[in-house]
């Protein structure tokens, strides 16, 4: 096995456990246990329990911010953006479910830990340049409203799409289209809006 591949799946099982047991809960031993590697080869990649959990975040966070930093400096339009940014929100708990956990955890401040909320806040406030600047280029190019501040149409569009494609708004409600399905109804509703015409 490569460094690369162990400190990947060290990732990918730490990730696991935090999410099952909270920081709290969780040891080095049982990380090591269920790698089926000794405590001293998963010191050799990281020094500390801390290390491993921020290691966790970071890596997730990182993932997922130059995907969507990526998306606002693609081309194409802003309803194709949107799409994928919706259908990744409505995908990431299937495709992510201990991630998802975790990072609900983090949010929900079931983890009292001071260094996963300042990596959450990063990726909050990196999250929210990109998203404004894909609105920003709506707007520029005339496909979205102008009327209204980036920062409220933004958080408006984005908050509408995340607490609906999330798994509990979904079973909540009964809404067992398939995520493609689920999505097109979504943006369908964002781009033509609530009142009757």
């Not at 990732?11 to 099952?20: G, N």
Request: net charge negative; glycine share 6%; with cysteine.
């Amino acid at each position: 096995m490569t460094d690369r591949t162990t400190h990947d799946k060290i990732i990918e099982v730490a990730i696991r456990t935090f999410a099952e047991h909270g920081y709290a809960g969780t040891s080095m031993r049982e990380i090591a246990e269920e790698l089926d590697i000794t405590k001293a080869a998963l010191y050799y990649h990281f020094p500390s329990k801390e290390e491993i959990f921020k290691a966790c975040l970071s890596h997730s966070v990182e993932q997922m911010i130059n995907g969507i930093e990526d998306l606002s400096k693609a081309k194409g339009s802003v309803w194709e953006k949107i799409n994928i940014l919706a259908k990744g929100m409505c995908n990431f708990s299937e495709t992510n479910p201990y991630l998802f956990m975790l990072f609900k955890k983090l949010i929900a401040k079931e983890e009292d830990i001071k260094l996963g909320m300042e990596i959450m806040q990063d990726f909050f406030k990196r999250q929210k340049e990109a998203l404004n600047k894909i609105f920003e280029d709506g707007v520029k190019n005339k496909e979205l409203r102008d009327d209204i501040p980036i920062n409220l149409l933004s958080s408006a569009m984005m908050g509408m799409i995340h607490h609906t494609t999330g798994p509990k708004m979904r079973e909540m409600n009964n809404l067992e289209q398939n995520p493609d399905e689920y999505t097109d109804e979504l943006l369908k509703l964002i781009r033509g809006g609530f009142e009757k015409r």
